[in-house]
């Protein structure tokens, strides 16, 4: 997952009160790498995962369960009723 960034990771560890440095060093990762890990600049390998699992006390299902249409509905339901109706209909023509 290069470019899409990985916000679980960010929202996990902003839960835990830990910084960037924090999680990295637990880790036994370097700051500016991990923080490219979170940002999605750089690819995730097992061995990381697996790392940062330990440092977030997760499991690595966790670590790689994140999806882009996590959250979707909170967001749809946040729009106005007519974009929800477009949404709607764009979902449909989709899964045709």
Known sequence: MIGAGRPHL???RSELGFSQRKVADLAG??????????????????EHAE????????????VF?????????????RLSAQDQ???QALLERLER
């Open 65 to 77: 369960a994140f999806s882009p249409w996590s959250g979707f509905d909170e967001r749809i339901a």
């Open 10 to 12: 960010k929202k996990r």
């Open 51 to 62: 790392r940062i699992a330990e440092a977030l006390n997760w499991t690595m299902a966790d």
């Open 85 to 87: 109706e477009l949404v």
């Open 29 to 46: 990762l370097s700051s500016s790498y991990y923080n490219e890990l979170e940002a999605g600049k750089k690819r995730l390998n097992e």
